[in-house]
């Protein structure tokens, strides 16, 4: 019987996590309402990068201090 190969999640998981949005959407933009201003159509994609690069930063902080768990100090 043949052996059964296994998929590569992994790879597959960090080019669908690079394109997900990490901010709630209707809560940003009620924010931005509630301060009498208009959100762009590109807006939400920015600052959801903005938030990606962020956490990157944390976790290369908390790798350099040999630590495993993001801590407010690391962002």
Do not use: H, W
């Not at 394109?19 to 009620?30: D, T, Y």
């Not at 159509?41 to 962020?54: F, N, P, W």
């Not at 201090?65 to 407010?72: A, G, L, M, Q, Y």
């Amino acid at each position: 019987m043949a052996k059964k190969t296994k998929k590569k999640p992994a790879k597959a998981a960090a080019k669908k996590t690079a394109n997900e949005p990490l901010v709630v959407a209707s809560k940003v933009k009620a924010f931005i309402k509630s301060q009498k201003m208009m959100t762009s159509s590109d807006a939400l994609g920015a600052l959801s990068d903005k938030v990606y690069c962020i956490l990157k930063c944390a976790v290369a902080r908390a790798q350099a201090n040999r630590r495993s768990t993001i801590k407010p100090q690391d962002l």
